[in-house]
């Protein structure tokens, strides 16, 4: 008995978590016509879900990306939910498992379905959304901002600070270039969020940006949630507060990894660092899953940065419509992110180009988008460790913002991993490393090779209290996809500047300064 109350209590605890939140600042400055830089801000990732379980969670949300993104069958909800049970049931065994906070769950504590196990239609698009912290999000140009709970009523999912951000989402550095606002990264290296205006007169909305969908969206001033209620402390757009907002009566649905919306599509003004692009066509969601209704969600709505053949509104996204728009000189979205570790907090979202002021240009290069749905993925030319070429040839990548680690074929996540000294097989799909290790993994594209620093190799300790000891790897294995087909996410990205092109239907990587 005593094993199935731990056994609950701990199913509890991954599927809900709070945290506190700091504050981040969003200004909009000028810049060189053609060129527009958001920089990005962090936010804290959940507290008190055990490493393997998380990273179990990780896994499941890339398995099923992956799998969208090809066109196969995604992993059923049963398969995923077993591979998270697996996981608790390893710690229910392991005599050590007090280590993880296990009767330490909120009271209110719900059973949302916040671990990539959310149900999806096989055509629907994907985005693994992570687990979020925080609560209401915004930004400090639009004073206006309407923020409410239950779209309606005061909000309690998170305190307000006085610049009119969410408690706990720290601020992005102010950025290098001109024309900047600031992305959010969510704590340990997680999710990216900027903040954008909609409306007249402009409100300020935090959204996640994602480089593997299509699709923009925020929540409608009606909107509800499927678990009941109002779709939380977040800011809302409509008619009444906004005199622009004129609803189509189309409907749209997305279905992602881990809840879905539904909804209208709408034509209102939106402004990206000051660029103002008047009667732009996006999603309101009438109706929104937990997984972004609950006051736990930091951001406001998404922002889909693939190509727009992806979108299931079937509008253009952002940046073609900045581009048409004459805004921005090409329909180009750059990335800089950061890493947490380093608390420097410097990232940023550039669209129009590439800010030269991030890395090395005589280390850029520039190669074929090879997906025709309208991914972002690269040939691959090789993977060494510590110089060691590992004969993985005829590869591909998938490059996605919204995908935290590395997945790849089951064959070829060992043979990196058998380069790795220390290195070992949790015979689930995961690896850990040595927490201390030094290997150097190395990806190549464009004949130019882009080395992970070893602190994204070893993602997180299995034992907090044991910083010193096994790490879990960011490097995982999965078995969706044909033999060649890699899924790389930001374990790989913070360490190279990101850069996809539409018009040249290309890709752009360059090592960082």
């Not at 309606?152 to 950025?175: F, K, L, R, W």
């Not at 996809?481 to 290309?506: I, M, R």
Request: net charge negative; hydrophobic share 35%.
């Amino acid at each position: 008995m005593q094993l199935q109350l731990s056994f609950a209590t701990l199913l509890a605890g991954v599927l809900f978590a709070l945290s506190a939140v700091q504050d981040a600042v969003a200004r909009p400055t000028k810049r060189n016509p053609g060129l527009v830089t958001l920089p990005l801000k962090r936010v804290p990732r959940a507290e008190g879900v055990p490493p393997t379980v998380y990273l179990q969670q990780h896994i499941n949300r890339a398995h099923k990306r992956l799998a969208r993104m090809k066109g196969r069958e995604v992993p059923s909800d049963h398969q995923l939910r077993q591979n998270i049970e697996r996981r608790m049931l390893a710690l229910e065994e392991d005599p050590l498992s007090k280590r993880f906070n296990r009767q330490g769950v909120k009271k209110n504590a719900r059973s949302t379905n916040r671990i990539g196990l959310a149900g999806a239609a096989h055509n629907s698009r994907s985005l693994q959304l992570k687990k979020k912290k925080g609560g209401n999000a915004g930004g400090q140009a639009a004073s206006a901002a309407t923020t409410t709970g239950d779209n309606g009523t005061a909000g309690t999912g998170s305190e307000i600070e006085a610049n009119g951000v969410p408690s706990g989402v720290e601020a992005a550095n102010a950025p290098a270039a001109s024309n900047s606002l600031g992305l959010n990264i969510e704590g340990q290296d997680v999710g990216y969020l900027a903040t954008i205006q909609m409306g007249t007169p402009p409100q300020d909305f935090l959204i996640l940006m994602d480089s593997g969908s299509a699709d923009l969206w925020v929540g409608s001033e009606s909107c509800t949630s499927t678990a009941g209620g109002g779709c939380g402390s977040h800011t809302f757009l409509g008619t009444a507060s906004s005199s622009t907002f004129q609803d189509s009566g189309k409907q749209f649905a997305v279905t992602y990894g881990t809840g879905n919306v539904a909804g209208t599509i709408i034509t209102d003004n939106i402004a990206v660092a000051g660029l103002n692009l008047t009667g732009h066509q996006f999603g309101v969601a009438d109706s929104e899953s937990d997984d972004f209704a609950d006051n736990s969600v930091p951001f406001d709505g998404l922002m889909g940065l693939a190509q727009s053949t992806l979108s299931e509104q079937g509008v253009p996204t952002p940046p073609e419509s900045l581009a048409s728009a004459g805004l921005i000189s090409d329909a180009i979205t750059s990335f800089k992110i950061s890493r947490e570790a380093d608390d420097l907090n410097d990232g940023e979202i550039t669209f129009g180009g590439l800010d030269s002021t991030k890395f090395d240009s005589s280390t850029l290069t520039t190669f074929d988008n090879v997906n025709a749905d309208g991914f972002w993925e690269g040939a691959m030319d090789s993977v060494t460790v510590d110089g060691t070429d590992t004969q993985l040839t005829g590869r591909t990548a998938i490059l996605d913002t919204g995908t935290t680690l590395i997945v790849a074929p089951p064959a070829d996540a060992t043979a990196v991993h058998q380069l790795i000294q220390g290195s070992a097989s949790d015979g689930q799909g995961g690896f850990t490393v040595p927490c201390t290790t030094n290997a150097s993994v190395a990806l190549s594209f464009g004949n130019t090779a882009f080395a992970i620093d070893p602190r994204d190799i070893a993602f997180q300790p299995v034992d907090a209290n044991d910083p010193t000891g096994d790490c879990i790897s960011g490097i995982s294995s999965g078995e969706i996809g044909a033999a060649t087909e890699w899924l790389v996410g930001d374990v790989f990205l913070k360490n190279a500047y990101f850069s996809v092109d539409v018009g040249k239907n290309a890709i752009s990587l360059a090592k960082l300064v």
